[in-house]
């Protein structure tokens, strides 16, 4: 098992609070008798942009409330995939039952109740709120109870299960990649509610833009001119389209272009291909702007990334 991926057994409530809140961040929570035997069971993998846990325990009430955000801020959101059992999750106006077939998408740093009986097992799912909103102000807007019985939903629920069951076969690096690819599909289903896709004229360009970008991403001459063209709409209409979404063109193609650059990076196929070759290749003009621009996406520096893989 890689040294960012950890098991753990408890066997008491004091020593599952510590673990708990070491996850979610500063909380109160509540059991039934802090005395009796607890059993409880955590497997998780954290890089620096993600977190997979999978969870089981005894039956708790936590709640994270303003004076607990205010401490123990985290940036972070958290989509719950129960597998097992349910458990009741509360914030702002939402409050419901959630089991085996839904997943809650709420945003950590908002007042949160949660409460389960010893029954529920689980995944969480967790990510940097930047991120969210980067990709889907409606998503980070939440929570959102998502059906994770069909469609879309169910594609994320299974891919979230198949992160889990198979991070022992993945490098620190190769775990990020996949995590992003999870994070779009969860702000797509977060927009689409329980439809398979986003509704509306505007969400059904806006998904066109950001696919023609990801296809065509390395192209050097890219550009909002050249994407309007191709897909037969003006360039102000595509700027109005993304300005809505709270990005721009040429964010999107930074972003896909640092995806595909670090794909690369960690790639057998790419191994012989310098940074700078592969910068290069992915449509920056420098390897120092490359430099730079991976290390505010993804926290750490190309060459870290290569080296992360390597050492898998």
């Known amino acids: 098992m890689s040294s960012w991926s950890q098991v753990l057994t408890l066997s008491s409530a004091s020593a ?32 620096k942009a993600y977190g997979l846990a999978l969870c089981s325990g ?31 999750v509360e914030q702002g106006s939402s ?66 299960t198949t992160l889990h069951e198979e991070r022992e076969q993945l490098s620190e690096a190769t775990f990020d990649i996949a995590c992003d690819r999870l994070l779009d599909l969860v702000c797509l289903a977060a927009e689409g509610g329980n439809d398979s ?30 994407i309007a063209r191709a897909l037969g709409w003006s360039a102000r209409y595509v700027q109005q389209v993304l300005q809505a979404a709270n990005t721009t063109s040429r964010d999107l193609i930074r972003r896909e272009r640092l995806n595909v650059a670090r794909t690369r990076l960690v790639s057998a196929s790419w191994s012989t291909y310098s940074i700078a070759e592969i910068a290069h290749s992915c449509g920056f003009g420098s390897h120092a702007s490359f430099a730079t621009a991976f290390r505010e996406e993804f926290g750490t520096t190309p060459r870290e990334a290569r080296r992360s893989a390597r050492g898998a």
């Not at 039952?97 to 998408?105: D, H, K, Q, T, V």
């Open 16 to 47: 599952w609070d510590e673990v708990f809140t070491d996850l979610h961040g500063a909380s109160r929570i509540k059991v039934p008798d802090r005395r009796a035997p607890w059993s409880g069971r955590l497997e998780w993998q954290r890089s």
């Open 95 to 160: 409050s419901v039952e959630i089991g085996p077939g839904s997943m809650a998408l709420c945003d950590i740093d908002r007042p949160l109740t949660f409460a389960h009986g010893a029954e529920l097992r689980g995944i969480s799912f967790f990510m940097a709120g930047q991120n969210v909103a980067g990709r889907s102000p409606i998503a980070a807007g939440g929570p959102h109870i998502l059906s994770g019985a069909g469609g879309l939903g169910r594609v994320v629920r299974q891919l979230t």
């Open 58 to 88: 005894g039956e708790e009430v936590v709640n994270r409330d303003a004076r607990h955000i205010r401490s123990d801020p985290r940036g972070t959101y958290e989509l719950l995939v129960p597998l097992a059992g349910t458990a009741w």
């Open 197 to 226: 896709a986003p509704t509306g004229q505007r969400a059904t360009v806006e998904a066109s833009i950001r696919r023609y970008i990801r296809r065509h991403a390395c192209d050097r001459d890219l550009d909002v001119v050249g």
